[in-house]
């Protein structure tokens, strides 16, 4: 039996982080850990083996009987201890509730939303212009748009959607430092899905209701419906992966445009270049950085033991930066070809809602260049990440 010191933990990497402000240099930080380390463990959130070379995150993903998400691929928890649907179901269960909804995220019924995403792009943008000279856009239109489309679709009722951010900001982005006040958002978001499940319910079905939530209420597992904790587990998971994850794929790739005038201009007179740009940000600025998982039978990976039991981080976002697959791997090029990312995972949890994420974030780059002429940052000091203020200088 190795001890800790020969399986070389006290001498890792200890301060490894992928949340927060550990965002801001994280790609410096990338870069070494690739040349050499990479495998590594951290001591953040109770320990945890990071893996950062795109194969190995590809085999790990492909591999859920060594690598599996139960308890929680989400590290820290979003303010519940509760397992999430599907993203924390281990198979055989997983599947069963995966394909609920798969028939909603086809790229054919994403494409049939196209023309209200279009037009919801079209009227935000316009809204950013009548703002002034100095707008925030991330206000103004990398978290609204995501709130319309997605909520419905999902059938969250519109007068709930102002409460949305603030839940967002302190579950996702407060958990770190604050962990209580995202446990206590946590309670009132499965509060929230309680009622308007209750209030569903009551209504009875209504054949005109095609959204999420009443596809989740009558779809059956093994010939069962959900029980209401699953209904809940799934909803909750749903409203965090839809909205926030969008918005800052949204926001990252206005942030990189309005610091970088020759793609503005490039993308802005070439539109059908904006599909790849789309994928070059996702791949070097994504709004998931790193998912975890457990190891369930000792294995090792580079040369270094994990033992069942342990927690590991696939970092995609590291991986996304891996020399050996991607020619100067930290350089933003609008125009890459063969693309092949992890900004939505690889394996068998890979994001269910990647046709709708890419389609949003498409749409709502070819509105903003066709109705903004030019577009600059007002202030330097705000990050690459989240979804915090986006402060551009709008002009002619
Ligand atoms: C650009 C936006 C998005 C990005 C970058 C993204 C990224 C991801 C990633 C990395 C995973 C985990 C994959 C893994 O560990 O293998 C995931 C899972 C998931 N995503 Fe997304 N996501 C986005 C948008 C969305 C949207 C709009 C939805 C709406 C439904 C969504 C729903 C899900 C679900 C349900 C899962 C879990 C799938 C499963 O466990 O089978 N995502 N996403």
């Known amino acids: 039996m190795s001890t800790e010191a020969e399986r070389g933990i006290a ?34 959130y109770g320990g945890f083996w990071y893996i950062a070379k795109s194969e190995d995150i590809f085999n790990a993903e492909q591999d859920p009987d060594t690598f599996a998400v139960g308890p929680s691929m989400i590290l820290p928890s979003f303010g519940t201890d509760v397992p999430l649907i599907p993203i924390d179901i281990d198979p055989p269960a997983h599947s069963d509730f995966r394909k609920i909804l798969l028939p909603m995220f086809t790229p054919m019924n994403i494409k049939k939303l196209e023309p209200g995403m279009k037009e919801t792009a079209r009227q935000l943008a316009e809204e950013v212009l009548s703002s002034g000279e100095v707008v925030d ?61 209750d209030e569903r319910e009551k209504a009875g079905p209504d054949a005109a209701k095609d959204d999420l939530i009443a596809q989740l209420m009558k779809a059956e597992v093994k010939g069962r419906k959900l029980t209401r904790e699953e209904l809940l587990s799934y909803c909750y998971l749903l409203f965090l992966a839809g909205l926030d994850t ?27 270049m904006i599909p790849g740009a789309a994928e070059e940000f996702l791949r070097t600025l994504s709004p998931v950085q790193a998912m975890a998982r457990t190891v369930k039978t000792d294995t090792v990976v580079q040369g270094q033991e994990l033992k069942a039991g342990e927690r590991v981080v696939l970092v995609f ?6 020399p050996e697959v991607y020619e100067e791997p930290n350089e933003i090029k609008i125009d890459r070809e063969n693309n092949r990312h992890l900004a939505f995972g690889g394996g068998i949890h890979r994001c269910l809602g990647s046709n709708l994420g890419r389609a949003e974030m498409v749409i709502a780059m070819e509105e903003f260049l066709k109705a903004v002429p030019h577009f600059e940052r007002a202030n330097d000091a705000e990050p690459w990440h989240g979804v915090g203020p986006l402060t551009l200088k709008i002009g002619a």
Do not use: C
């Open 11 to 44: 001498d890792n990497k200890p301060d490894f982080d992928f949340h927060g402000r550990a965002l801001d240099n994280i790609f410096d930080e990338y870069e070494e850990i690739l040349a050499k380390r990479p495998v590594g463990h951290s001591e953040k």
């Open 137 to 197: 856009v991330s206000a103004k239109l990398a978290r609204p748009m995501p709130t319309i489309i997605f909520s419905r679709l999902a059938g969250y009722p519109e007068e709930d959607w102002p409460i949305f951010d603030r839940w967002i900001d302190e579950i996702i982005y407060e958990r770190t430092a604050k962990p209580e006040t995202a446990y206590a958002a946590g309670r009132e978001l499965n509060d929230y899905f309680d009622r308007l499940l």
């Open 246 to 272: 969008t918005a800052w794929a949204i926001r990252s790739a206005l942030w990189y445009l309005a610091g970088n005038q020759k793609a503005q201009q490039q993308l802005r007179e070439n539109p059908d």
């Open 317 to 322: 976002g590291a991986g996304n930066r891996d």
